[in-house]
């Protein structure tokens, strides 16, 4: 067999089929929301004049080779193999029924050129660009209107050389939103696994307005001062399963977004059936985030298994006036959280506006939010629960929780416009939580 075969097999033997397993002996896993493809046509990089020496730009060779995947249209699909080395390149398109499988030892690094990177409109859901008026930068890695695509191989590196881009914007000196690493729109059936992904410019890897959606054993590595790398990004998109993943990046781990302000509430797609499961890391800001984009709605999330060190907030759901949209029936259990500012944080004043056109009367409504079983060492503050005035926090379940301060603290909750019941916290919540009669119901329901 030939090693670009073996590689073919070991890309897609961990593939297994969709279970949600009542078996603790097995873990659950939610891989097969997209069903195996197994491509039988398989060409190199190499083949299109690829030269993996980290000097000469690789543009032409990965947008050839992915033209003929394009063009070709081979049964099942085409596999485009990068074996080791260093492929300097510029931003490139991806296409439908693909994968691009990078061997152990093969980079693909972004030019640093960011004079002629290409602009894009900006998302219809954010009205603008995410930091500027105007247009964006494409992704490094992008796809539109796809289906059937894979980003997988054996632990091979997407680096997107992201520190000229965190300079400009430290600096001030940015025209356009700086360009995510990897991005999805409109896209359907996607896989991305056993790739570690570094030095993103912006957010690492978005899947914006999709569906079926897997991003599993990935690992995500930025700085903790690099400015808005996001690890994962679930934006305005349904079926999605991110697990069994390391992410240590500048800013939160996973956060589920669903638009911006007005542009977010006239697109009206919400992001909804999304589970995050065993995920470690660390960060300057949240583990497991909702929002505060969150116009178009957000429900039906479930996150468990999560295991956080050196964190600004394990938890945080937040959200801001002008979003109007929704945040509902979200489940979150056994998280560990250490070293940390905030163990739980849910907000109803985070996050900036697109311009002044925003409705102060659109307000969230944020109800059926349950915490389970969490647990937290050197918690600087156990927690913080702040609705809105017009439009109060209801439905806030917290059970089997015990976040610990440090050595000379005593971690305390403060909570505002917030209705909800609590069992088994420590330290003991605030009064609008003390509401024990519902709380056994609320335990069962997990």
């Not at 914006?208 to 590595?221: A, E």
């Not at 400015?227 to 956060?255: F, K, M, Q, R, W």
Request: positive net charge; aromatic residues 10%; hydrophobic residues 35%.
């Amino acid at each position: 067999m030939s090693r670009l075969s073996v590689s073919i097999c070991l890309s897609f033997c961990f593939l297994t089929p969709f279970v949600f397993s009542s078996s603790s002996a097995e873990p659950e896993t939610c891989s097969g929301i997209v069903p195996v493809r197994y491509r039988n046509d398989k060409i190199s990089i190499t083949d299109f004049g690829g030269v993996g020496d980290g000097r000469t730009v690789n543009t032409k060779a990965f947008r050839a080779a992915i033209y003929r995947i394009q063009h070709l249209r081979r049964r099942g699909g085409t596999l485009l193999y990068i074996p080791p080395g260093v492929y300097l390149t510029e931003s490139f398109n991806l296409t439908s029924h693909m994968t691009l499988y990078l061997a152990r030892g093969a980079v693909i690094r972004a030019v640093q050129d960011t004079l002629n990177w290409p602009l894009i409109a900006p998302l219809p859901s954010y009205g603008r660009g995410r930091e500027l008026p105007g247009g964006r930068y494409m992704s490094f890695i992008h796809g539109d209107g796809l289906r059937d695509v894979v980003i997988t191989g054996e632990n091979g590196t997407i680096d997107g050389q992201g520190e000229v881009w965190w300079n400009m914007w430290w600096r001030r000196t940015l025209k356009f939103t700086r360009p995510n690493l990897v991005e999805f729109l409109n896209s359907k059936g996607i896989v991305i696994s056993n790739v570690i992904f570094q030095n993103s410019p912006f957010w690492n890897i978005h899947p914006v307005y999709c569906s079926n959606v897997v991003i599993h054993h990935v690992t995500i590595l930025a700085p903790p001062d690099s400015p808005n790398t996001d690890g994962i990004d679930p934006d305005s998109s349904s079926n999605v399963c991110i697990e069994d993943s390391y992410i240590s990046t500048g800013d939160d781990l996973v956060a589920v977004k669903s638009g911006w302000d007005e542009y977010g509430i006239a697109f009206g797609r919400p992001s909804s059936n999304i589970t995050i499961r065993r995920i470690t890391g660390s960060s300057p800001f949240a583990g497991i985030a909702i929002g505060s984009e969150t116009s178009g709605g957000i429900k039906n999330i479930l996150a468990q298994h999560i295991t956080l060190s050196n964190m600004g907030v394990g938890v945080n759901i937040k959200t801001n006036i002008g979003r109007g949209g929704f945040i509902q029936n979200i489940r979150i259990s056994d998280v560990y959280v250490e070293n940390a500012r905030y163990g739980i944080k849910i907000a109803g004043d985070t996050g900036d506006h697109p311009d002044g056109n925003y409705n102060p009367n659109a307000l969230p409504i944020v109800k059926g939010i349950k915490i389970n079983n969490v647990w937290g060492v050197n918690v600087l503050n156990a927690g913080s629960i702040r609705g809105l005035k017009g439009s109060p926090f209801t439905g806030i379940c917290l059970s089997e929780i015990n976040l610990h301060g440090r050595w000379n603290s005593y971690p305390t909750w403060k909570c505002s416009d917030v209705i909800g019941t609590s069992l088994k916290v420590s330290p003991w919540p605030c009064s609008e939580l003390r509401s024990t009669g519902k709380a056994s119901s609320c335990l069962s329901e997990f």
